[in-house]
């Protein structure tokens, strides 16, 4: 049973707009949450991240929003440029203090 | 500072064969993490070191092993492999359960 879900495996959008990448958890014990970018053939690398006790975070160009009622958060990047095409990861702390991810959504941005 | 560094990069092997894989984490980072990922699965939680000691496992068979050193280098080997162990191998670190830095990862191909 996945605890965070990216049901979009792929998104593209034209360089200037805004990308908006979904993630949807289970757990309502989850009071952390992070999202990863990963280019291929690199590790993924830390994106911005939100606490529970707050709706949203902003940091540049990309802002992410919490919905803990409907267990839902999402990334906004805006603009979208084309070195923001990636695979985008959503995670969450598990209880054994690892990280469960989501499947990743790949962004296209297209210039 | 040096980022996680894991070896070998790629590497292809024979059905029945055994992998080993290192990873080096950041200089004082003792907490070492090793994921898998492949298509279309995203990353799963192999297992957790901490002061050479597993803490933390995920739902994987007993072929995945893995040990920490004491200068918290980590290992991690698969035994009598399979074609469904093809995967990208990420190692990451943190100081202890703080933010995780991902390496580079290991490609592994079964044949």
């Known amino acids: 049973d996945q605890q965070v879900k990216q049901n979009s495996p792929s998104l593209s959008v034209q360089e200037g707009r805004i990308s908006i990448l979904n993630c949807d958890y289970t757990?309502?014990?989850?009071?952390?949450f992070l999202w990863y970018k990963k280019y291929p053939a690199e590790g993924p690398t830390f994106l911005i991240s939100i606490s529970s006790i707050k709706d949203k975070n902003e940091d540049g160009r990309f802002t992410v929003f919490l919905n803990k009622s409907a267990k839902h958060l999402s990334l906004h990047i805006v603009p979208s440029q084309p070195g923001d095409s990636a695979v985008y990861f959503c995670?969450?702390?598990?209880?054994?203090?690892?990280?469960?991810f989501g499947k990743g959504t790949k962004l296209s941005v297209k210039p | 500072k040096a980022g996680v560094t894991q070896t070998p990069r790629y590497l292809i092997k024979t059905r029945g064969q055994q992998v080993t894989l290192s990873c080096s984490p950041i200089s004082g980072h003792r907490s070492v993490s090793w994921y898998q990922q492949t298509p279309g699965q995203g990353l799963q939680f192999l297992f957790e070191y901490f002061s050479e000691t597993q803490r933390n496992k995920g739902n994987f068979p007993g072929r995945f092993s893995g040990r920490q050193f004491s200068n918290s280098r980590s290992e991690m080997n698969v035994s009598t492999l399979e074609l469904g162990d093809s995967a990208l191998y990420l190692c990451a670190s943190s100081f202890n359960r703080g933010r995780v830095y991902f390496g580079e990862g290991s490609w592994l191909t079964v044949v």
């Open positions: 995670a969450a702390p598990g209880s054994q203090g690892n990280l469960i």
């Open positions: 757990n309502s014990m989850f009071d952390y």
